[in-house]
């Protein structure tokens, strides 16, 4: 059984300085992870790349050899890398949204994955600056909300760069949004005629509870194991393993007995995460 992240979102929004710090705190807790980059048009790395995408096709050559442009490029580059065999692969992905919620190329990858026995999560992540008003919040909510029906996967949906918001008050109404709350704001910044359409999304977004973020800070370790750990909780990662738990100070650490499987070496459990929640914000 192998487990996999597939890492997206829109350009700018976080998606290697997350990949960076989760390996980092990955080896901090001796926790064995394998990052694999999907971007062929990704220079720079500040984390080891186990497997890179450039290394079996370049962008720049498709789209010279194919008269491709950098988006019809990047989608046959995506459609060229074979399969990837390991325990717990984290996939860096292209930031061009489109990849993810109309072109198929993903989610045949994703199905692959699937047939290997992977079980895969998709984690999209979002500038927390980008969520500033309401519009700009339900724009995030509908192209998360796309990708997640594209791909068709436990989903896990992340408000990325908390550390730089000024005012984390602008953001933390956004996390657990009331739905006559969303539709005052979205009524008194648009044009009446807008009306029908505000209730609508307003009520898609209440009603269904499919698209509701966890905040990072990547500051902090704590906010780091969080997300990991819901992550871990949709892939079952370590359900395997033979677990066993004691008190250091206030933290929550696990090691795994003999037999319980190389993939959960390392594993750190922190039960008391939900107590900390609010070290998050």
């Not at 699937?114 to 519009?135: G, M």
């Not at 009524?187 to 698209?211: C, H, I, T, W």
């Not at 990547?218 to 393993?241: F, M, P, T």
Request: charged share 20%.
């Amino acid at each position: 059984m192998g487990y996999a992240q597939l890492v997206i979102g829109p350009a700018g929004s976080g998606k290697s300085t997350y990949c960076s710090s989760l390996y980092q705190h990955c080896e901090t807790v001796g926790r064995t992870i394998h990052m694999v980059n999907l971007d062929p048009a990704a220079e720079h790395f500040s984390y080891p790349v186990s497997t890179d995408i450039r290394e079996l096709i370049s962008l720049d050559d498709v789209m010279e050899e194919l008269g491709m442009g950098p988006n019809g490029g990047l989608i046959y580059c995506m459609e060229y890398p074979g399969y990837l065999d390991d325990d717990y692969l984290v996939f860096d992905c292209p930031g061009q949204i489109e990849l993810f919620t109309h072109v198929p190329v993903p989610r045949n990858f994703v199905e692959h994955l699937k047939r290997k026995n992977f079980n895969v999560c998709a984690v999209y992540l979002l500038d927390s600056q980008f969520v500033s008003d309401v519009t700009k919040y339900i724009s995030g909510c509908m192209a998360s909300l796309s990708a997640m029906i594209q791909l068709e996967l436990p989903h896990i949906n992340i408000l990325s760069k908390m550390d730089l918001v000024s005012n984390k008050k602008d953001v933390e109404e956004y996390l657990n949004p009331e739905a006559q709350v969303l539709l005052s704001q979205l009524n008194r910044q648009m044009v009446p005629k807008f009306g029908k359409l505000n209730k609508s999304l307003a009520e898609l977004v209440d009603d269904y509870s499919m698209v509701n973020f966890i905040p990072l800070d990547l500051r902090k370790e704590s906010s780091i194991q969080y997300v990991l750990s819901h992550i871990d909780n949709c892939i079952q990662y370590g359900e395997d393993a033979d677990v066993k738990l004691w008190r250091e100070g206030s933290v929550g650490m696990a090691t795994v007995l003999p037999g319980g499987g190389q993939r959960a070496r390392g594993l750190v459990v922190n039960y008391l995460l939900l107590k900390h929640a609010n070290s998050i914000m």
